[in-house]
Nanobody, 115 residues
Framework: VQLVESGGGLVQPGGSLRLSCAAS????????MHWYRQAPGKGREWVAT????????NYADSVKGRFTISRDNAKNTVYLQAISLKPEDTAVYYC?????????WGQGTQVTVSS
């Protein structure tokens, strides 16, 4: 199982980014996918989840209305579109998949929101 995040970077407050997570090594289309983030000095925080077919999504209250999770099962990729970014969104963003009783994580992509 391999998850590779990309798309992070430095953005000004109010800006936007689209993060991607390319998956391989498992049947992507049958797995729910998740985004988490970890800010400096804090624990890892759940951000969003999308079901295997993409028909249902859930978001943490802190990002609801600003972030959108989506997926393309033909490309084995899950996305996180973030708009109206705030300095408190600064974190390393990770995608995760649970297969059976095991969680698999990517290496993360850094998002820094600063002027």
């Amino acid at each position: 199982v391999q998850l590779v995040e990309s798309g992070g970077g430095l953005v000004q407050p109010g800006g936007s980014l689209r993060l991607s997570c390319a998956a391989s090594g498992f049947t992507f289309s049958i797995a729910a996918m998740h985004w988490y983030r970890q800010a400096p000095g804090k624990g890892r925080e759940w951000v969003a989840t999308i079901t295997n077919g993409g028909g249902s999504t859930n978001y943490a209250d802190s990002v609801k209305g600003r972030f959108t999770i989506s997926r393309d099962n033909a490309k084995n990729t899950v996305y996180l579109q973030a708009i109206s970014l705030k300095p408190e969104d600064t974190a390393v963003y990770y995608c995760k998949v649970r297969l059976g009783f095991l969680d698999y994580w990517g290496q993360g992509t850094q998002v820094t929101v600063s002027s």
